[in-house]
Nanobody
Framework: QVQLVESGGGPVQAGGSLRLSCAAS????????MGWFRQVPGKEREGIAI???????TYADSVKGRFTISQDNAKNILYLQMNSLKPEDTAMYYC??????????????????????WGQGTQVTVSS
């Protein structure tokens, strides 16, 4: 059974940094892509950083230049380095994995629909 477990969230002051980790287990095949999403109450879950099986990355405009997604394939860990954090980055952050390109092509790589597996989330709170 596929499991994604996030860690690394917490409180931080504006301008600070955090690194989120997502430990993946329970599968032997390669995911088509993996990524980070975030959600605040009352709003839709938004994709912020995606990495595909070839290592290509996609970022939301709101985090471009501040966040970096990476992965350690040997350890099956996905990372999100977050720098220059802003209060508007406060959200629950989720790790997600998509097993095929079909949904990605139909709905887009930054939408939540195509992703088959999700972690439980880790809260990031940025204070001003």
């Amino acid at each position: 059974q596929v499991q994604l477990v996030e860690s690394g969230g917490g409180p931080v002051q504006a301008g600070g940094s955090l690194r989120l980790s997502c430990a993946a287990s329970g599968y032997s095949y390669s995911m088509y892509c993996m990524g980070w999403f975030r959600q605040v109450p009352g709003k839709e879950r938004e994709g912020i950083a995606i990495i595909d099986k070839d290592g290509s990355t996609t970022y939301a405009d709101s985090v471009k230049g501040r966040f970096t997604i990476s992965q350690d394939n040997a350890k099956n860990i996905l990372y999100l380095q977050m720098n220059s954090l802003k209060p508007e980055d406060t959200a629950m952050y989720y790790c997600a994995a998509a097993t095929s390109m079909t949904g990605i092509r139909a709905l887009g790589i930054m939408t939540s629909g195509p992703y088959d597996y999700w972690g439980q989330g880790t809260q990031v709170t940025v204070s001003s």
